[in-house]
């Protein structure tokens, strides 16, 4: 048998795997594999696919997939770089225009779009103000369709003449929806849809002209990824590219928190399938030694047996990987079926790219797990046909923990997974290990003390552990290791989720109100709060624009296409206040008083813009207000939460900063459902006020949880089943050395049900330490992650207390069970062996 051809020993490998198919460790290391590779397939075909999904659905705040904005066109060959890469393609122009009757004049926002607008989402519309809504096409030539607001400002009815420049064009509809128009709150007045080829007639758009121009696209994520990168480079200065996670932080930040969990949910499911495929594939080495130590005499080498049991491993690996991915790819097509209600549109398919990588993710777990037990079989000295005690030379720690180490930084690196995230669960699971593993094996040598006054039973059971304390000590990790991954998943779930919840009250602000004029600030204050129930504070507001930072021009100081590049291009909305908002948080600094006031202004930053722009405290910033210069000083940096939909600002200065500038207020209320009546009447009793309303984006967010909240509750299967399988493989692990112990007690005349009361006082005890070592690792990594990873307040958990009670009757009757082959053991098998 030496030398044997690779074809044979392929061949041979075949062979005895078929043969040895229904062994025990080989079941269950399928299994796990399966498990591991469906639990991945799945949520990565589910991610991929929902985050498609709500990517469609949220680019519908853009009405495209990309927009290329400008206060200019776009050049020809920007359009042709589009049109020849076959995306889909619509142009809209946006300015301001004074909408006039024959009797009163009104300031609009109007919106000049082609036919082929909007390519993401629907435009709706109603026959009458505050009518049925329809969605269908915008206006044909020569019509317009307005907001019921512009009607109530000028008086007007469904069929009258609006001029628009030198353009007379008729009212058919009435404007109700239109997707991309929840973007700049603080540019929008009534609006006003024109169709584009309207727009020359109207004279407006001259050189010089204030106008955004929008080139909207859409199409596969491939090629406008290709046309993003070719369009780049010839981006003018006054040119953006745009996408929903650039244009909208709500929906961004929603999806990046949902992208967030799930790949959390999937590494737990896959750490448990490899805790499975270790502790199956250790038995199935241990199992084989003799196996290998004859074949060792017979001629073959250390390199072929290795590769022998190899091929046999990597043949029931990509078997079983195959088989998980169909069942990965069926599970997430039932859950979309389950969400059928909730996606109102069809779900984006996601091709063979989730599947391969659960293949590739489920043989990398294998050989990172597997490898280390696999190695002993190469090194079985032929000595052991003889002397069953010769073992092989054990591996090195380090390649045991290595190999290990770097299959789980290859599925990290799969999963994208956010690094402090990724080191606050690993890192918080390693330490409670370490630490409840010593102190484990401590406890169980005290409990020797314990065993003189208990039961048969119980002493049999304790006897078992205390024999093999640290094999026990392990024992307790693994089965920790299920309860702790379950309950931090539905933890995170049950939290995150109300969390995202309360961000979005049932009376978050949904309409926003600007353009409030200084003598009207009292009696708008006062009808708002007698018509709402919930009403922020009016700020003030000024208009200014940040031109220089300690002296120097601050074009120069900024990269291109960052927040800050984006902030000093335009005006931004600077406002004032003694109190800092309740929804902000200093993170530098103080806040004003009389101590800290200086020679200059005192200016409070919001962290994420300060960090764009490089600047810190006391730094000197430079204003230009309504053709002023203005200079402050930095004196606090804030962290904001920009999703509760009240005002907030990236500049808040200290009172009597902006002493005689033009300024007008801002606020935000939310106005229960039916009282569209008072909402006329609050914008004809003031007409100036710019009135904006939100639900749509507060609708779209809350669609997003909801999903996400299903998907979680769905992930948590996988979650589960991964765990029951390192539980099986677990009891299998140890199967041998039960089988032995309960022939010999048999054999000394102990009845079945005195073995299965001591068998269910060892895994119950073994239980109660696992859910002890889950709640304590779930309390620890649950705070590592809410300070680090998701950056909220955390508390402690009591419910998590009854994990000891769970472990011990989930374990105690699984352990009965899994070794159930142990109790009916036939002595005489243990004479035959002797």
Known sequence: MTGMPLTRLFTFAIRQLRREAHAGELRVLFFALVIAVASSCAIGYFGARLNATMQLRASEFL????????SAPASAEQIAEGT???????????????IATDAQLQLSSVKAADSAYPLRGQLRSAPAPYGAEETGPGPALGEAWAEARLFAALDLQVGDFIEVGEQSLRLTRVLTYEPDRGGDFYSLTPRVLMHYDDLEATGIVQ??????FRELWSGAPGELSAYRQAVSPLLAVHQRLETVQDDNRQIGGALERAERYLNLASLAAILLAGVAVALSASRFASRRLDASALLRCLGLSRREALLLYGTQLALLGLVASIIGALLGWFAQQGLFFLLRDLLAREV??????????????????????????????GRVPPLRVLRRDALPVPLGSWVVY????????LIMWRLSLDLRLTLALLGGGALVALLLGGLLVLCLKRLRRLLGNASLPWRLGLGQLLRYPVGAAGQVLAFGLILLAMALVALLRGELMDTWRDQLPDDAPNHFALNIMPDQHEAFRARVEAMSDFAAPLYPIVQGRLVAINDQPVRQLVSKESQGERAVRRDLSLTWASEMPEDNRLLAGQWWDDASRGPLPGVSVESELAESLGVGLGDRLTFDIAGQARETQVLSLREVDWNTFRPNFYMIFEPDALDGMPVTYLTSFHLAPGQEAELVRLARDFPAVTLLQVDALLAQIRDIVAQVSLAVEYVLLFVLAAGFAVLFAGMQSTLDQRIRQGALLRALGAKKSLLQRARLAEFALIGAFSGLLAALGCELISALLYRYAFDLAWQPHPWLLVLPLVGAVLIGAAGVLGTGKALRASPLMLLREG
Do not use: C, K, N, W
Request: proline fraction near 7%; charge should be positive; glycine fraction near 14%.
């Open 63 to 70: 009405a495209a997939d990309m927009v290329l904005s400008g």
């Open 84 to 98: 020849a890469r076959g995306l889909a393609h619509a142009r809209l122009v946006e300015f301001s225009s004074v």
């Open 348 to 377: 984006p398919q996601a091709g063979l790219a989730p599947a391969l990588t659960g293949i590739a993710t489920g043989m990398v777990a294998l050989a990172g797990f597997a490898l280390p037990p696999l190695a002993a079989l």
């Open 207 to 212: 050189p010089g002209s204030r106008v955004r």
């Open 402 to 409: 290595g190999t290990a180490i770097v299959a789980l930084g």
